[in-house]
């Protein structure tokens, strides 16, 4: 018996050295993945929505989609970070009105000025790497509006944030002098494309560039003025994630679609149609996306009863986005639709905003019915009074 207990204590020191040797300089999170405690991240993403027009002499539209991640460890400080850009453009329109007000009291002769903000976003998640661009536009004035984006790139796995283009890769200054290297060679293929320092601009910022990432590909991008002029847009420049030496090892992954709901891909089985009247959506694809019914007798046609009068094109029926927005903008469902000419961008908000979880704690009724304020489905993260 003692030596059957004695042979047990030997196997079980065996097996600890083993166990101690095999994990010697692994992270505790691979260790306890052996352990059954660790669990892949599970993205989830929620989206508080602002559609509104303060009025006054300087009137000010602002809409804002803003994505509320969850399922990993730095969520609530990205979340943070992406309300800040929310917070500064809205401010940043409000002071534009207070000013101007000002201007207009004392110049009477001066037509009202209307003033706006927006924002919204995209998000890609490529091997535990999750990667969202904010996309803002604001008038505060002047000739014409502003265009700008901030992007924030996270591991979900180890909560760092890719706070540098050289962060993402194995020997960082190498692969910052890679990508400048291309970017510098793009320039000079289509030199008419951009200002004559566009190089040296390049080169003084010593690879130290905004990025991030869609699907498989890096997305290098700049600022207006920046290399190029306003009309070009803000400038782009794409690198496969394969042809890089990145820390991380990236899957194959399609890069976003033409079609996006609250940053998802979404079907639509007809094309957006531009023309000189404007930007035009299909009607019975729009109207599914947002939980209306269209209904169609003799060519006349209804919008959940109500009568519209759409514009044939190809014999499919299409509405305006105008239409769309308006029609969001005073539904209980809330949000808002945009269009760049490539990507159309459809927001609907998901969790409630400060206003309406203020309401819902003030106005429940008398007999404790609840009030339900957003258009979130049963199983999500929204906030129920």
């Not at 930007?279 to 209804?302: C, Q, R």
Request: net charge negative; charged share 20%; aromatic share 10%.
């Amino acid at each position: 018996m003692m030596g059957m207990m004695l042979r047990a204590r030997r196997t079980g020191i065996l097996l600890l050295a083993v166990l101690l040797l095999f994990t010697e300089g692994c992270s505790l999170q691979y260790l306890s993945k052996f352990s059954g405690s660790w669990a892949a991240p599970q993205l989830s993403v929620d989206v508080a929505l602002t559609n509104k027009t303060e009025s006054g002499i300087c009137a000010q539209d602002i809409q804002t989609a803003v994505p509320q991640f969850s399922g990993f460890n730095t969520a609530k400080l990205l979340n943070s970070k992406i309300q800040t850009v929310s917070d500064d453009g809205i401010a940043e329109v409000k002071q534009a009105a207070k000013d101007l007000e000002g201007y207009l009291a004392e110049n009477t002769d001066r037509p009202p000025v209307s003033l706006y903000f927006q924002s919204s976003f995209d998000y890609s998640e490529n091997a535990d790497v999750l990667s969202t661009r904010i996309y803002n536009e604001n008038y505060t004035g002047g000739a014409h509006g502003f265009r700008w984006i901030k992007s924030y790139t996270v591991n979900m796995n180890t909560g760092e944030f890719y706070d540098t283009l050289g962060s993402l890769f194995q020997n960082e200054e190498s692969g910052k002098k890679l990508i400048s290297d291309k970017i510098t060679a793009e320039i000079k293929k289509q030199p008419d494309n951009y200002f004559p320092e566009a190089v040296q601009t390049i080169e003084d910022k010593n690879g130290d560039f905004p990025f991030y990432l869609d699907g498989e590909n890096l997305i290098v991008y700049f600022d207006l003025y920046d290399i190029s002029c306003y009309a070009a847009g803000i400038p782009v420049f794409k690198f496969p994630l394969a042809d890089l030496k990145t820390k991380v090892s990236f899957n194959s992954v399609s890069p976003a679609g033409d079609v996006l709901l609250n940053g998802m891909n979404l079907d639509f089985n007809h094309k957006v149609v531009s023309n000189d009247n404007g930007d035009f959506l299909p009607l019975d694809d729009m109207a599914k996306s947002i939980s209306l019914s269209v209904t169609e007798d003799g060519g006349k046609y209804a919008i959940d009863g109500k009568a519209v009068q759409p514009t044939i094109i190809s014999g499919v029926a299409y509405m305006p986005i105008q239409y769309f927005n308006d029609f969001l903008k005073d539904s209980p469902l809330k949000g808002f639709v945009t269009y760049d000419g490539t990507v159309l961008r459809i927001f609907t908000q998901t969790v409630q905003s400060g206003e309406e979880k203020k309401l819902m704690r003030s106005d429940v009724n008398s007999v404790g019915s609840e009030i339900y304020l957003n258009s979130a489905d049963s199983g999500s993260s929204s906030d129920h009074s």
